[in-house]
């Protein structure tokens, strides 16, 4: 019976483009939303709090090299969006080729175009055409081509990350990266279990390809070359994967106890992590798999409740913009005010005005810009996700 018949005889729905799905069929995790949002937020919190324990020591702060340590593991929340990323996808994947008897990869690259591409170009012209209203702001053309060629990272890892409101794109690059490869390889494997070695394949790659790097980094800029290469952060997407083929069909219901257990653990490996957070050997052999580890513990705090707060489901659902436009409504609150500098109150002020900036910015452009994709991408799917 040829895929046609197949998908006829599911569901007789038929989509314009020839893909097919139904809200009978629809995958949705109401609680991945939560840890989405908790991923940005940790990102909001990296770039908004001091990294260095003597900056509150001189402030009289109590708990400085605690607040350092948070504030530098913050980055790790790009590792939640990753190991969040890889696990969906691969689960949808997977569900589709159960269902229908292939991946329709042409169907899936027309999917992530229409979810990713709008905002994350939209993102990279304000990140263009900034610098002509303020100098201060360098977003050179080298770096425009390279975002622009959905390969920002490895221009940043090569040479470092411009002087952008825009720098936090050079994760979605990196994301579609991963989707222009992955589902190939899910529609081709016959076993599951050669995914979940493809996964561990992944995790030697990146513990060789950053101990490479390691020796090429002491020479050059700093560690945001490890950190924004691509073989070096394919940890959590490892993780997401196996944790996907290891947990199909299965039900997880895990005891509130474990729960927290998994979220207050997690996060104080973030917190090692971002404390010992240092280009060296040990680092890159135990710390980088920490990041991921720390990111796995917290996905699993939450994973299988089937339920969250609809206003946190809400901000996960906007988390894209959230993330994409969060240091441009700190730029421009930061003008507003007039900076910061040495006021705690005004930084109590700039933060809180900073966030709520972002929230209106993300929701507004959830609305009335990415909605219409988003319903457009809805006549691609063959297994229906989070609805719009």
Request: charged letters at 15%.
């Amino acid at each position: 019976m040829s895929t046609e018949a197949v998908v006829n005889n599911k569901n007789n729905n038929k989509n314009p483009d020839g893909g097919s799905a139904s809200a009978a069929q629809r995958f949705y995790r109401p609680e991945l939303d939560c840890l989405r949002f908790f991923a940005f937020l940790a990102v909001f919190l990296y770039h908004t709090f001091a990294h260095e324990a003597d900056y509150y020591a001189a402030r009289h702060i109590p708990f400085g090299a605690f607040l350092a340590s948070a504030a530098r593991a913050g980055s790790f929340g790009v590792d939640l969006f990753f190991l969040l990323s890889a696990y969906l996808i691969t689960e949808l994947l997977f569900r589709e080729k159960e269902e229908f008897g292939t991946v329709h990869l042409k169907s899936f690259y027309v999917r992530r175009m229409l979810r990713i591409w709008p905002l994350y170009f939209l993102a990279v012209l304000i990140g263009a055409v900034l610098p002509l209203v303020d100098p201060n702001q360098k977003f050179p053309l080298r770096y425009i081509v390279a975002f622009l060629l959905l390969s920002g990272n490895w221009m940043t890892s090569l040479v470092g990350f411009p002087q952008s409101v825009m720098n936090p794109l050079w994760s979605v690059s990196f994301e579609e990266q991963f989707y222009l490869i992955w589902p190939t390889l899910i529609a081709r494997a016959r076993r599951a279990s050669t995914v979940l070695l493809a996964s561990g394949l992944l995790l030697v790659v990146a513990e060789i390809g950053r101990l490479v790097l390691l020796k090429y980094a002491r020479q050059r800029h700093s560690d945001v070359e490890i950190f924004t290469n691509t073989i070096a952060r394919l940890d959590p997407l490892a993780l997401g994967i196996a944790t996907a083929v290891i947990l199909r069909k299965k039900q997880v219901e895990l005891r509130w106890f474990l729960r927290w257990s998994c979220a207050i653990l997690g996060a104080s490996v973030w917190l090692l992590a971002g404390h010992y957070f240092h280009l060296t050997v040990a680092f890159m052999l135990i710390g980088y798999p920490a990041m991921a580890l720390g990111s796995w513990l917290i996905f699993m705090s939450g994973f299988g409740l089937g339920v969250a707060p609809g206003w946190l489901r809400y901000l996960g659902k906007i988390s894209y913009g959230l993330y994409v436009f969060h240091m441009l409504a700190l730029y421009l609150v930061s003008k507003l005010i007039g900076g910061y500098a040495g006021s705690l109150g005004k930084f109590v002020i700039y933060w809180c005005l900073g966030l709520a900036l972002t929230l209106v910015m993300a929701a507004l452009s959830y609305r009335f810009f990415e909605s219409p994709f988003l319903r457009l991408k809805e006549r691609f799917a063959f297994v229906r996700s989070r609805p719009v």
